[in-house]
């Protein structure tokens, strides 16, 4: 029911000017074209849970540019499933072919509910799922992000036996769930780290719901003023970084959780001799629309 992997290979990445320190990347976002990085291990079991219960139809939640709405259509099209993206805005559903998320989902047979923003914000309510019901029928639900106790089950096999050498687990957090699973695998004397794209420490305690231990951390400094939110310095950072490296990172996560790895190394956090691991959870997909609102500002482009 799963398909074929590429291989996942851990990137050294140029630091120069600290040499006690060694920076590698996970390079999840080449473990598949289109359902890559946390997406695929946050979908693996629940693809299977669907089929185990002879549900054909998926359906869950995002924004214009979402990643998860991008692999879902593409694993239901890959898997024949049907799927619903119940989108944020209704504003959306005339710009669906000048939107490259949209576009590429529908290209994959997604059938879109547009929503109020008010609307969207009651999605986890029985009456707003009732009504979802009644207008699709039977469908599996995959909640926004695509975190829940499956989603974690799946980031619990993003790190290796090989992995152990580090001493820092690193990856940015949206919902909660890839850093859960990474907790949960994470090796006695590890700490993980997580970079949150979006403002406040919320996240914690939905974090909490999925651990019991306590080597992780919370990095809340590099989100940039919140969600899909970038500057001049961030762009020209992720091109700088790509210059250097040929890793490619999208300005939503990747993008800001490098920037903070930089930072923080910059600014003596980590011990010499320090080992981390940056797990790069794909995203790449959003960069056409992120450059269109780039433009339109009249800032630099994301160039890869």
């Not at 974090?207 to 899909?228: C, E, P």
């Not at 990172?249 to 993008?255: F, R």
């Not at 797990?279 to 959003?286: A, E, K, P, R, V």
Request: proline letters at 3%; aromatic letters at 10%.
């Amino acid at each position: 029911m799963i398909f074929q992997l590429n291989q996942s290979i851990n990137q050294k990445i140029d630091l120069p000017n600290n040499s006690a320190i060694e920076l590698f990347v996970k390079r999840e976002d080449r473990i598949h074209d289109f359902v890559s990085g946390n997406k695929y291990r946050k979908l693996k079991y629940n693809i299977l849970e669907a089929d185990k219960l002879g549900v054909k139809t998926l359906l869950t939640f995002g924004g214009a540019f979402s990643n998860h709405i991008a692999a879902v259509a593409s694993a239901g099209q890959l898997f024949g499933f049907k799927t619903i993206g119940v989108i944020r805005g209704e504003e959306l559903a005339s710009k669906i072919e000048s939107n490259p998320t949209l576009q590429f989902a529908k290209s994959c047979g997604m059938q879109f509910e547009f929503v109020s923003r008010e609307d969207y914000r009651k999605k986890t309510s029985e009456a707003f799922i009732n009504r979802l019901k009644e207008t699709f029928g039977d469908f599996y639900l995959v909640p926004e992000g695509g975190t829940n106790d499956l989603a974690v089950k799946g980031c619990e096999e993003i790190l290796t036996d090989g992995d152990e050498v580090f001493d820092y687990i690193c990856c940015a957090v949206g919902t909660g769930g890839t850093i859960s699973g990474l907790i949960n695998c994470s090796k006695p004397g590890q700490q993980v780290l997580g970079f949150p794209v979006l403002k406040g420490d919320f996240l914690q305690q939905d974090i909490i719901k999925f651990v019991s231990k306590t080597n992780w951390k919370l990095i809340t400094d590099y989100h940039f003023g919140g969600y899909a939110k970038v500057n001049r310095e961030l762009v020209e950072f992720i091109n700088r970084f790509y210059n250097q490296n040929e890793v490619p990172l999208d300005p939503v996560y990747t993008g800001k959780m490098l920037f903070g790895i930089n930072d923080l190394i910059v600014q003596g956090y980590f011990p010499e001799g320090a080992k981390i691991l940056a797990i790069h959870t794909g995203g790449l997909q959003g960069i056409p629309g992120m450059n269109a609102i780039l433009k339109k500002k009249q800032l630099p482009l994301i160039d890869i």
